[in-house]
């Protein structure tokens, strides 16, 4: 498996191979590491921009845990006499899985650069 770039040492690389920049980072170093920690985390993609498969796998399950304890939850009450009764697990796992995709479909309040 290929070792993953990551935005630390794309910046190290960036230092290291373009002419000026340690001169930059003596003379004024807070403003030139921002502006190369900014440079670097655009060169790096993000993992989910990469590697959708995974996140796919992730939704999908997530989802079909879902819908799978809301059809339990109803053959359960459609096959009961009197009193229905929803194992807590049932709730625990519908209520994980639907926060968990909540969670991950939700848009990033960074990437909206609030």
């Given at each position: 498996m290929a070792e993953q770039l990551r935005s630390a040492d794309q910046m190290a690389k960036t230092i290291m191979d373009t002419p000026g920049v340690l001169a930059q980072l003596q003379v004024n170093p807070a403003q030139t590491l921002n502006a190369l920690a900014a440079q670097a985390k655009e060169q790096v993609p993000r993992v989910l921009e990469h590697d959708k498969y995974v996140y796919r796998v992730v939704v999908s399950s997530l989802g079909a845990v879902a819908v799978l304890v809301v059809l339990g939850?109803?053959?359960?009450?459609?096959?009961?006499?009197?009193?229905?009764?929803?194992?807590?697990?049932?709730?625990?796992?519908?209520?994980?899985?639907?926060?968990?995709?909540?969670?991950l479909l939700a848009p990033s309040p960074a990437q909206h650069g609030n």
């Open positions: 939850a109803i053959l359960l009450a459609y096959n009961s006499s009197g009193t229905i009764q929803i194992p807590d697990i049932l709730t625990a796992l519908g209520s994980a899985s639907i926060g968990a995709l909540a969670g």
